[in-house]
């Protein structure tokens, strides 16, 4: 009998879900729960972040050593060894960017940068008869899962950063989380001859931030959202806002986008760029490459497969911004049912994004309305 990847990893999320929340105390359980999805309430599960703002949820702060452990466990049920790892080193980056910032960031907290301010919450009942998700996330990470009828049925929005991007380690070595999401990418476009060049590349400017930014739901026209917009509402301290606002703008400033500019990136349900139907064999192994470096983020089975050829030739890449490294840069990987959004534009191109996304599918708002459907439906036949 062949094996259901989506039951099994359901089923070991299930068990981590359980394990972390039957090691907390009621006043922890309080902030680590959420009602179950597609019901009263479901609103907070779909709100998402990648800024060091509240993103809902236990912090790791808020937990004891093993019950972080637990949380941790509970991660890493949902991605593959290789992100679990990138997620980890993220988590840690927080020293390093509070050192190059000279350990002055506060963000209306005691501490800006804060490895501990991560957060994890359960929505719904884990391994119960109703949908359950769980949604961990703090700044640089979001990662979001859904279960209906004991399979993972959604795993995007996936986000991951780096800031710094780059750190130099002993020895001459660097350290770059992501540095293949970008490299390769680069290579792609750098492979393109002249006149697909043109067709990809759709401004010589790059925006300061994915375009999709942390919306619920990508739609046609969408533009980038200022950093001050990326944010759980007003600071109640209008000194803190103002940094915000200040950082915010200057950022945009640095840009340098006209309205004509956001409206060339602007999202579009007809993909923009080169597809790989004109691509050669090469670039299109190159491409098959990036692509892993997204959907790589989960388990094996969970994410869609790219080896038909049909299905690579529909993906549409996009450019922004220069084409040498050390320059601003942004691109997408657009196609049927993937958005894959990419810039490393700020602190002096050392602060990349990166955000594996379903337009139709995020949160598993699809799969969630059949179920309610059909479970209506059985209801009214009972």
Do not use: C
Not at 139 to 147: C, D, G
């Amino acid at each position: 009998m062949p094996t259901d990847v989506r039951r099994d990893v359901a089923t070991a999320m299930a068990a981590a879900a359980t394990a972390w929340l039957e090691s907390l105390t009621p006043a922890q359980a309080v902030p680590a729960r959420g009602p179950a999805p597609g019901g009263e309430g479901d609103d907070e599960r779909l709100r998402w972040f990648y800024t060091p703002t509240d993103h809902g949820g236990l912090t790791m702060h808020d937990q004891r050593p093993a019950q972080q452990r637990l949380a941790m466990a509970l991660v890493a049920s949902g991605l593959s060894a290789a992100a679990y790892g990138t997620v980890a080193t993220v988590m840690g980056l927080e020293n390093v960017l509070d050192r190059t910032e000279g350990f002055v960031a506060t963000w209306g907290r005691e501490r800006g940068r804060d490895p501990g301010l991560y957060y994890l919450r359960v929505f719904g009942e884990p391994g119960g008869a109703r949908p359950w998700a769980w949604r961990f996330g703090g700044h640089h990470v979001s990662v979001n899962m859904l279960v209906v009828d004991g399979r993972v049925v959604a795993v995007t929005p996936l986000f991951l950063g780096a800031d710094p991007a780059t750190s130099p380690l002993l020895g001459g070595a660097t350290l770059r989380p992501l540095g293949a999401v970008e490299d390769l990418a680069r290579e792609l476009v750098g492979s393109l001859d002249p006149e697909l060049a043109a067709r990809a590349v759709l401004l010589p400017r790059a925006p300061s931030d994915i375009v999709g930014a942390n919306r619920t739901r990508v739609s046609d026209g969408d533009e980038v959202v200022p950093l001050a917009g990326v944010w759980r509402g007003a600071f109640t301290d209008p000194a803190e806002q103002a940094t915000l606002q200040r950082a915010s703008d200057a950022i945009d400033e640095n840009a340098g986008l006209d309205a004509a500019d956001h409206r060339a990136l602007a999202l579009t349900t007809a993909p923009k760029g080169v597809p790989a139907s004109a691509l050669d064999a090469g670039q299109r192994a190159l491409l098959r490459a990036v692509l892993d470096t997204y959907l790589g983020r989960v388990p094996d089975g969970l994410a869609p497969s790219y080896a038909d050829e049909a299905a690579l030739d529909a993906v549409h890449l996009a450019w922004a911004g220069g084409t040498a490294p050390g320059e601003p840069h942004y691109y997408r990987l657009q196609g049927p049912r993937l958005l894959l959004e990419w810039d490393n534009t700020q602190r002096q191109v050392n602060h990349a994004h990166s955000v594996w996304r379903d337009p139709e599918a995020d949160f598993g708002l699809d799969v969630l309305a059949a179920h309610r459907d059909r479970h209506h439906t059985d209801d009214r036949s009972a």
